[in-house]
Nanobody, 129 residues
């Protein structure tokens, strides 16, 4: 089993920045890809960014390209999401997700929630205009 705990959410004005962290524990050696998702009120959960651990293989949603950066600190088993130039439409609960070796075989879709089999509890990000 893998446990994920997000932190770093909060309230910020438009144009500001936040950095989210996701600390992993448990059978972390099984994790091969991680991602960030978000869910705004009344909307479906959407993929924001994804990275293959130990590589620079990353994917971003078009809505955040050039503003958000996903990174990892393998020594600390921590995933980050640096969010710059925040907009009110970025307001959502942000979730960290992990896919482990042995997960159900599905089509490769790094920004699809069905691709991941472990989830954190989420952290709220609120951007005011």
């Amino acid at each position: 089993q893998v446990q994920l705990v997000e932190s770093g959410g909060g309230s910020v004005q438009a144009g500001g920045s936040l950095r989210l962290s996701c600390t992993t524990s448990g059978d972390t050696y099984l994790v091969n890809r991680m991602g960030w998702f978000r869910q705004a009120p009344g909307k479906e959960r959407e993929g924001v960014a994804s990275v293959y651990l130990g590589s620079t293989n990353t994917y971003y949603a078009d809505s955040v390209k050039g503003r958000f950066t996903i990174s990892q600190d393998n020594a600390r088993n921590t995933l980050y999401l640096q969010m710059d130039s925040l907009k009110p439409e970025d307001t959502a609960v942000y979730y960290c997700a992990a896919r482990t070796r042995g997960a159900t075989v599905v089509a490769f879709a790094p920004l699809s929630q069905e691709y991941y089999n472990h989830w954190g509890q989420g952290t709220q990000v609120t951007v005011s205009s």
